[in-house]
């Protein structure tokens, strides 16, 4: 009886569970009618905005209206509309691949569509970027700082970037810098706070398995002892208490986290500093965000966490008129990304000004001409591969549950 | 040196296991009466971790205690204690609700429609558990006192931890188990649930209100899973909605892999997926876990189809 239960049963609920998972989604909207007179074109965005990243996304959409309110939504002859699109579903709590596709297949089918800011996660830009790229429809990304998406340095799969772009002309570009760099920037911060011995650890996805080797390789090359990995964790686990045990057994002075909150670091971080209280923590920009602070709770005091570029509070020039003014109009603090969010818009209205008209290859070729370009994080272009020319490096602690940013310091990529 | 890490993962294997094993005797009570596996049974434990929470933290918040880890020792324990009977109080009612709704009137349906409207009922709290706590992993104060046993209390130096945590995960669990068998075992009420499981026509006939013992079993369900899900919470000091999810199917494994239907079968299955996850954790690779975790379960099944203690003791043979 209970063997043909079992039989009868077990995969029949699997395979429920799973097709429900998989069938939530959302019939795209129908196009609003063309308004008389100017042309109506659209920027679309897409971002995780339901889950925990949705606290640092909130702030990179308010700033992505701030820049289409500069100009009253106007570009020459254009009336520009703006839809925020969500490419995380509730029960991921995190960006989604089908969702994200969903999205890449609505904007290109949306004729008005003229361009796409996003992604946050570069998983996900790994999805979209092959869909858009054959429409021609060019890509600004306020963060994905994964190497592989533009370019073939170490680190990367073999392979990339061509096979994001298959027969079709480069879409994508990014106004962060990438993990080459920060990966780098994070191994040389760790020698220099004296750790010798590292233990290496990644959430498994595109961009924390990626930036975790990019660390692993760089301390290697400048002489540190890396204990072990990049090794993978399992980001749904209820605890870690048995691989917390394992790095404690190999004695390391820092460890390593490549990864984003949504993979569980806060988790992870009790974990660590329940059986090596005095091991420091550092991780990427993917944990640079309340959020982490709010799950981790008291253990992710003194975390060092690198990001490429400056605090919103520590812009200057333009980024410094930029934060004034978002303070003053949402009355809040910007998280790390909303400047590049800000940036990102800025440069496809300065793009769709130059392009002066509403064909995507037009508008593509413009933002990849996009020099000197004078915005809210300094002067900086974008190169042929879609990368930006910034290359700053910084780097924070936590400090009474709060980012350091006063103390924030410039920090070294060689 | 290597014993002391094999008895350190064998710890936390155990404290692991046993916190499974309490969410599975949930899964085999209610198997083991009507035969349905709940799939909803791991949200109510969720929700068991979701409403300890709330107490946790909005209880000493009236009481004008921003950190409720500063509460003196008796108050401390008091909130612990008030936050268990909620806890349980909460989940039984729940998990008799959902049983009353979702279940009851496709008790002669075919089997396969009880099964969907569980999955539908777990959908259901997942959701809830998402609109109430929100989406990312949140912090569960860290209440319970930190002190190593091992070290500070006996005096023995050694590099194990065992700390009062795990000493609280293994006081309450034992003894919830034990109490489970010799209840079903001993009482009226477990000779009725045995009977009910065995035959219901024929146990009606004796004079046994089946609703009545089937809610009884579903309110039992529930309490064990608001025990859990406060245990679950002061151990791991964490609280997400789907939490339940990963929790559900390792207890549901723990339930088959011991023989579903089985209370001992529960404890041993989860005790054996506890010490499996952490040996693996420790010597393979994380990723690997829940590979190796349903590999032993393929095994066991093939090799004895019922579960380890299947044929031995069940309330239904």
């Known amino acids: 009886m209970i063997r043909t239960l079992l039989l009868r049963r077990f995969p029949v609920a699997i395979a429920l569970a799973l097709a429900l998972g998989l069938t939530a989604c959302n019939p795209p909207a129908a196009a609003p009618a063309g308004q008389t007179g100017a042309q109506t074109i659209k920027i679309v965005s897409s971002l995780p905005r339901t889950g925990s990243s949705k606290g640092q996304t909130d702030t990179i959409v308010n700033s992505i209206k701030m820049a289409l309110d500069e100009v009253n939504n106007k570009v020459g002859n254009f009336t520009i509309q703006y839809e925020d699109l969500d490419d995380a579903t509730a029960a991921k709590g995190s960006w989604d691949a089908g969702k994200e596709a969903e999205n890449a297949n609505r904007a290109i089918n949306d004729a008005q569509v003229v361009a796409y800011i996003g992604t946050f996660n570069s998983g996900a830009a790994k999805v979209s970027i092959p869909i858009l790229c054959k429409a021609n429809l060019v890509m600004v990304s306020p963060a994905n700082t994964y190497p592989g998406l533009t370019k073939n340095v170490p680190g990367v799969e073999q392979g990339e970037p061509n096979t994001y772009y298959p027969g079709c002309k480069h879409n994508y570009t990014r106004v962060v810098p990438a993990d080459d760099l920060q990966g780098a920037a994070a191994a040389n911060w760790a020698k220099k706070l004296g750790a010798q011995k590292v233990y290496v650890l990644d959430d498994t996805q595109l961009y924390g398995h990626g930036i975790a080797t990019v660390f692993t390789d760089t301390a290697k090359k400048i002489g540190l002892n890396v204990l072990g990995g990049p090794e993978g964790i399992d980001d749904k686990a209820a605890d870690y208490r048995a691989l917390a045990e394992k790095i404690r057994g190999t004695s390391p002075d820092l460890v390593y986290f490549g990864g984003i909150t949504q993979a569980n670091a806060g988790k992870l971080w009790q974990d660590i500093k329940a059986v090596m209280p005095q091991v420091k923590m550092m991780g990427p920009d993917g944990i640079l965000e309340k959020a982490f602070i709010d799950a981790a709770g008291p253990a992710a005091e003194g975390t060092y966490i690198t990001f490429g570029g400056l605090g919103p509070s520590k812009l200057t020039g333009k980024g410094a008129d930029w934060y004034k003014a978002y303070k003053a109009k949402f009355n809040s603090e910007p998280e790390a990304y909303a400047a590049y969010g800000y940036d990102a818009a800025k440069a496809v209205l300065n793009a769709l000004q130059r392009a002066g008209s509403a064909d995507r290859g037009a508008i593509r070729d413009a933002v990849f001409a996009t020099k000197d370009f004078d915005g809210a994080l300094g002067k900086w272009s974008f190169d042929s591969n879609g990368d930006t020319s910034l290359t700053r490096m910084s780097g924070r602690q936590v400090k009474s549950g709060a980012f350091d940013e006063d103390n924030a310091e410039i920090l070294s990529t060689q | 040196m290597w014993h002391e890490q094999l008895a350190q993962i064998l710890l936390i294997g155990i404290t692991n296991g046993l916190l499974i094993a309490l969410v599975a005797l949930g899964y085999t009570l209610v198997y083991g009466i009507?035969?349905?596996?709940?799939?909803?049974?791991?949200?109510?434990?969720?929700?068991?971790?979701?409403?300890?929470?709330?107490?946790?933290?909005?209880?000493?918040?009236?009481?004008?205690?921003?950190?409720?880890?500063?509460?003196?020792?008796?108050?401390?324990?008091?909130?612990?204690l008030g936050t268990l009977l909620v806890a349980m109080v909460v989940c039984a009612l729940l998990n008799a609700f959902i049983e009353r709704v979702a279940y009851r009137r496709l008790r002669h349906a075919p089997r396969v429609a009880p099964l969907i409207s569980a999955i539908g009922v777990s959908f259901i709290l997942i959701n809830a558990g998402l609109h109430w706590k929100g989406a990312s992993q949140v912090y569960f104060p860290d209440l319970l006192p930190n002190v190593d046993i091992l070290r500070d209390v006996v005096g023995i130096q050694t590099p194990v931890r065992?700390?009062?945590?795990?000493?609280?995960?293994?006081?309450?669990?034992?003894?919830?188990?034990?109490?489970?068998?010799?209840?079903?075992?001993?009482t009226r009420l477990g000779k009725a649930m045995r009977a009910t499981a065995q035959d219901r026509e024929a146990a009606s006939m004796m004079g046994i209100d089946i609703n009545t013992t089937i809610m009884l079993t579903f309110l039992l369900g529930g309490a064990l899973a608001g025990a859990a899900g406060l245990m679950y919470g002061l151990y791991n000091n964490t609280a997400w909605f789907f939490q339940g999810f990963r929790s559900g199917l390792y207890a549901f494994t723990a339930a088959v892999m011991g023989g579903i239907g089985n209370v001992q079968g529960a404890l041993l299955g989860g005790l054996l997926i506890g010490i499996l996850g952490a040996v693996s954790d420790r010597l393979i690779d994380p990723r690997w876990t829940q590979a190796v975790v349903f590999g032993l379960l393929i095994l066991i099944l093939v090799f004895r189809p019922s579960g380890l203690l299947g044929d031995e003791a069940p309330p239904r043979s």
């Open chain 2, 34 to 80: 009507i035969e349905l596996i709940n799939f909803a049974h791991g949200d109510v434990f969720m929700i068991g971790t979701m409403v300890s929470l709330t107490i946790v933290t909005s209880v000493p918040a009236m009481m004008g205690i921003a950190q409720p880890e500063t509460l003196t020792p008796p108050l401390l324990g008091l909130l612990l």
């Open chain 2, 162 to 186: 065992f700390a009062l945590k795990d000493l609280f995960v293994i006081a309450i669990a034992v003894p919830l188990a034990f109490g489970l068998t010799q209840f079903i075992q001993r």
